[in-house]
């Protein structure tokens, strides 16, 4: 089994990002292949980078950002879940991202992702470009939901359609071959 650590980027009051990132983990824990864990910015509210040192040299001060570093350490693989905030990706995931250098290396990342009219595939391509620089994967087989207020029932839950499960169930295989892949390379400390 895989570490996988699931990313619920979104902060603010209101979000609906943690209905997606709960629809996602399900999906990745009936995978099989994975322990799974949703890591939620919101609730974490890691404070904006306030590190001394840069990350690369891995001498964290505080206790927020040694935690930080085990949770992101542990993973084997990555599953972005991330909303269209001005063309790009929120804020509080890019301080994140730049709290830890080393811990993100050599992992595969997937990317769920949701908006209006571009399903958040602009966050998600900024996204991508960001995570190659940490020496991450991202995978192109992604989910992407346009106008994702319509997947938000009556109930006030998150429901999705044939296309999405599918697509989510090839991204989890993809995942999951990466993994294994990137694992070797890890573990190659030459």
Request: proline share 5%; net charge positive; charged share 25%.
């Amino acid at each position: 089994m895989y570490n996988l650590k699931i990313i619920s980027s979104t902060v603010r009051p209101g979000r609906k990002g943690p209905m997606v990132a709960a629809w996602i983990t399900e999906l990745a824990k009936q995978n099989g292949n994975f322990n799974v864990e949703l890591l939620d910015l919101g609730e974490i509210k890691l404070p904006m980078m306030d590190e001394p040192n840069h990350p690369v040299m891995r001498k964290y001060q505080h206790e927020h950002t040694k935690w930080w570093s085990a949770k992101i350490d542990e993973a084997d693989a990555f599953i972005f879940v991330t909303a269209e905030y001005d063309y790009n990706y929120p804020a509080p995931l890019r301080n994140a991202l730049e709290y830890l250098s080393q811990e993100w290396g050599y992992k595969p990342a997937a990317i769920v992702s949701y908006g209006g009219v571009s399903a958040g595939t602009r966050a998600a391509n900024a996204l991508k470009a960001d995570l190659s620089t940490l020496r991450m994967v991202p995978l192109t087989e992604a989910v992407n939901f346009p106008f994702f207020q319509q997947n938000i029932n009556d109930e006030n839950k998150f429901v999705t359609n044939e296309i999405s499960y599918k697509a989510a169930q090839n991204m989890l295989k993809q995942l999951v071959r990466w993994t294994k892949g990137l694992k070797a390379i890890k573990e190659d400390k030459g």
